[in-house]
């Protein structure tokens, strides 16, 4: 992105423009409601109890996007409160007397539903197909929970293991622990130190009354901010939203104001965190200043220059060096001061000392080696490109907005985006030298000193300052009204061959010129791919490197070309994804057929990689996810040592690792690779008879010397086992259940088990599963289903299998076992009822149209449709055999495939240590 500069004598016309009339919208507001600002799109209204409103209409989105954010979140937590704003996020879930069953209601709508709770803002979000009831509903809830939410003490109770489920979850993860321990260090006064998910015996011991003082002191309109973003009508969207908030009354007392500050850090501080876990991490946190503060946008370049891959400096001095396996850096845009961070990843046994010693060089000694120019310029594009990808999606924009609602203003999502654009070496290298200094960080000791060297945090000005003069930038054009329907899609989509590649092309006008490409070109049988199973890393290495560009070259290429995604191989296909523009797709195009064609296969690179896979897997071996998964996938592997689908233990996976050269990937991209057989769709704003000659011209000519038949897999019955596993110092445990069974797509009773399975399991909070083991019994914080059907071209393949997964407390696993085999049962013996299977079909029905309205989606199920010789009618066509069926065809059929006693179960977790 370029940044807009406004000559001053045009100054008062813009600012004019900044804050537009009533009528910014074509609306005239309601009486009691004002405008407000509008920018690029997005123009705000304010109710008289005080609730902000965004309106962000986009008719070329076939979406919309519900989201309320409330001003509060773990920083406002007091003494003996700590995890109460995420605690009441679930029990906001629980219902209200006129919506008693929230999670069930929004499923049967079609809504796809989350919250998330932060330092300084809790939001509950929700999108559908646009829908003015759903719209209107959906409005009607927030209403009515912003004020009317239960907050019961049996809710409580029942939530209780939920939460701390959660919070086991997040202490098996190293880094997260690692990354809480820092932040508490650095913070001595200031609720940032705090972890949202609190500390245990605050989260076990809350009174219900405090929790619900809680609730009445911050859920309030004048507290909340209401973005409603996609395909809507904006004055028929107010009216809305005035008859279910208006009514609502903003309380006499005053929001309650923070004072506390955090003082400067006056040393150097440093906290070990020892646990179980086979990698070494390392992290250093500078404090720096609060989103509004113009030092926060270079910041954010600085930290973009050392973090990434693979054109950070980091990366090149810690990876490259061969000192880390992994680096990465964050930063705050926070209402207050908060942190700047740096990590490494290394081997257990990898050298500490010098890795901190890399590390801390190059973040404080930038006075030997400044930021270049061509560096910030970089880093500059690079935020750019995420800040035009996000904005190209509106219902993107209404989440991301959050941040900055929660910073103070939600235009400082602009005036951040414009003030980076105008950043340079200078400025990156200023701040840089004032914050990123040894007695501002946090690893952290104390050291005296004389003449101690302090980054002190200036103030940051409020957002009504920083936004003062800020001129925005014109709205981007609205995609065309697109209608994710299969027969539209069928209408719109040109089917061809070219050469002997199957092509499907969309082209429809989308916002900001996007174009979605996806390909996929297929090589290799069983019989040649015997004993090759190494080649399969050949894909991870294409982008790093081609004959004539390095690994920076083609991220910088891609940067330049506006475009996200790349190439990418397994062991018998290799493509691409690429997300462009109309103005670049098709030099990218070029670079990916390139990359594809051309891989360097560079030996550092190779090193690199089987560093990183090698840590990654050895860390695995502890985790208890990994340790289960890989314990099912052995148990059920019906295929031999060498056939290309045999399944690896994680020895046998690092002993292929270890052993494998970058010659045999290099023989194995000679040998296989093509791009003669396969599918190429492509959507969004494009050229199609630019878009035909441009693929004819790259990809039929080079022809795979292994020509592409599929693996054809079957049905095998396995015998049930349940296993137990230890992975020490683990406070969550992970449950795996599978059972085999044949099934194909085509198989008449493929829809009503798909149905039976979202009954079972296809919503955590609002399913068979669900309802028992989190909503009532609180035995886990997430527990599914999963219903997998072949499915082939030629043949009929028919290795079906039916999956629970879950996670709980070492101590609960067993009950949490108990309850969904008995689930499994109760399905099995007494079916599904007709509620269920109406909330179900029409859930199945919403949801497919949601996905199909995403580009990313839409180019994915073409692909699949050419490889399996399908058009969207296929799909229509499901659609009307899900809506057909009966409870009895249900029951049917799960009499004939639902054998619950033949399910394995597969637990990993600290058992030993679980009192």
Request: charged share 25%; net charge negative; with cysteine.
């Amino acid at each position: 992105m370029t940044l807009r500069r406004t000559r001053p004598a045009l100054l008062a016309i813009a600012l004019a423009l900044c804050v537009p009339s009533l009528a910014a919208q074509g609306i005239d507001p309601p009486r009691g409601i004002d405008a407000g600002p509008c920018i690029e799109g997005i123009c705000e209204y304010r109710l008289e109890n005080g609730l902000r409103v965004l309106l962000f209409p986009d008719p070329g989105k076939p979406t919309v996007t519900v989201n309320i954010a409330y001003g509060v979140g773990s920083v406002h937590e007091n003494y003996g409160e700590t995890g109460m704003a995420h605690l009441l996020e679930h029990l906001m879930f629980k219902g209200t007397p006129t919506h008693p069953e929230i999670p069930a209601e929004l499923q049967r709508r079609g809504i796809e539903k989350n919250a998330t709770t932060s330092l300084d803002r809790t939001n509950y979000y929700g999108s559908f197909p646009a829908n003015d009831a759903t719209l209107d509903w959906l409005l009607g809830l927030e209403a009515d929970r912003m004020v009317n939410s239960n907050i019961a003490r049996a809710d409580l109770d029942s939530e209780m293991t939920v939460v701390r489920n959660e919070m086991e979850r997040g202490e098996n993860n190293p880094g997260a622990v690692m990354m809480q321990r820092l932040r508490s260090t650095a913070f001595l006064w200031h609720n940032y130190g705090q972890s949202t998910i609190g500390a245990r015996s605050d989260v076990e011991h809350v009174p219900i009354e405090r929790l619900q003082a809680f609730y009445r002191r911050w859920y309030r309109p004048d507290n909340g901010t209401l973005i409603v973003a996609g395909r809507i009508d904006p004055a028929t969207t107010l009216a809305m939203v005035q008859r279910h908030f208006a009514g609502i009354e903003r309380p006499e007392a005053a929001l309650p104001v923070a004072w506390t500050t955090e003082p400067t850090q006056d040393g150097e501080r440093e906290v070990t965190v020892r646990r179980s876990g086979d990698m070494r991490l390392l992290a250093a946190g500078y404090h720096v200043p609060a989103a509004t503060h113009p030092d926060s946008a270079a910041l954010a370049v600085a930290m973009n220059i050392l973090g990434d891959t693979p054109g950070g400096r980091l990366h090149k001095a810690l990876v490259e060096g061969g000192l880390a396996a992994g680096t990465g850096t964050g930063m705050d845009t926070l209402q207050a001061a908060g942190l700047a961070t740096v990590i490494a990843v290394t081997q257990r046994d990898g050298d500490a000392d010098a890795l901190q010693e890399a590390l801390l060089a190059q973040v404080e000694a930038l006075a030997e080696a400044p930021f270049t120019d061509a560096e910030v310029a970089l880093a500059r594009q690079r935020i750019a490109n995420g800040y035009e990808q996000n904005f190209n999606n509106v219902n993107a924009v209404a989440m991301a907005l959050t941040e900055s609602v929660a910073a103070g203003d939600w235009r400082l999502y602009f005036l951040r985006r414009d003030r980076i654009a105008a950043v340079t070496a200078d400025d990156v290298n200023r701040v840089a030298t004032a914050y990123f200094k040894r007695s501002n960080r946090t690893l952290a000791r104390f050291v005296p000193t004389d003449a101690p060297d302090r980054a002190a945090i200036p103030e940051a000005p409020t957002a009504a300052d920083a936004l003062e003069g800020y001129v925005a930038r014109e709205a981007l054009a609205s995609g065309e009204a697109f209608d994710p329907t299969p027969a539209n899609i069928d209408a719109r989509t040109e089917h061809l061959r070219i050469g002997t590649l199957d092509v499907a092309l969309l082209p429809k006008e989308t916002r900001g010129d996007v174009v979605t490409v996806n390909a996929t070109f297929r090589f290799g049988d069983a019989e040649s791919l015997r004993g090759r199973e190494a080649g399969a890393l050949a894909g991870a290495m294409l982008m790093r490197g081609s004959t004539t560009l390095s690994r920076q070259q083609i991220a910088d290429r891609l940067d330049a070309l506006r475009t996200t995604g790349g190439v990418n191989g397994g062991l018998q296909s290799a493509g691409f994804t690429l997300q462009s523009r109309r103005d670049t797709v098709a030099e990218a195009l070029e670079l990916a057929a390139d990359v594809l064609r051309h891989p360097a296969f560079p030996e550092a690179e190779f090193e690199q990689f089987q560093r990183q896979a090698i840590t990654g897997l050895e860390a695995s071996r502890k985790e208890p996810g990994p340790v289960a998964s890989n314990a099912m996938g052995l148990h059920f592997d019906p295929w031999p040592e060498g056939h290309p689908l045999h399944a690896q233990s994680t020895d046998e996976t690092l002993a292929m690792l270890r052993a494998t050269t970058v010659d045999e990937l290099r023989a194995f991209h000679r040998e296989f690779y093509g791009t003669a057989q396969g599918e190429i769709t492509v959507t969004g704003d494009f050229d199609p008879d630019a878009m035909k000659a441009q693929i004819e011209r790259l990809f039929p000519d080079w022809t795979s010397a292994h020509p592409y038949a599929p693996i054809h897999t079957r049905h095998t019955a396995v015998e049930p086992v349940d296993v137990r596993l230890e992975t020490p110092d683990k406070a969550n445990a992970v449950l795996l259940a599978r059972g085999n069974l044949s099934l194909n797509e085509d198989d008449p009773d493929y829809p009503a088990l798909v149905v039976a399975d979202r009954i079972l399991g296809g919503d955590p909070l609002k399913s068979r599963l669900g309802d028992r083991l989190r909503q009532r019994e609180g035995l886990t914080y997430g527990v599914g289903s999963g219903l997998s059907a072949d499915a082939s071209r030629t043949g009929r393949d028919d290795a079906g299998r039916w999956i629970v997964q879950a996670s709980a407390a070492p101590g609960n696993i067993d009950a949490l076992a108990s309850g969904i085999r008995e689930e499994l049962a109760r399905l099995a013996a007494d079916g599904i009822t007709a509620e269920e299977l109406a909330d179900a079909v029409n859930g199945l029905r919403v949801e497919r149209e949601q996905a199909l309205a995403s580009d990313g989606t839409l180019v994915g199920t073409l692909g699949r449709n050419l490889y399996l010789g399908r058009t969207m009618a296929h799909w229509a066509a499901f659609d009307e055999r899900l809506a057909a069926l009966t409870v009895e065809d249900v029951n049917a059929a799960l009499r004939r495939h639902l054998v619950p006693e033949r399910f394995s179960m597969f637990v990993a977790g600290d058992f030993d240590g679980a009192d």
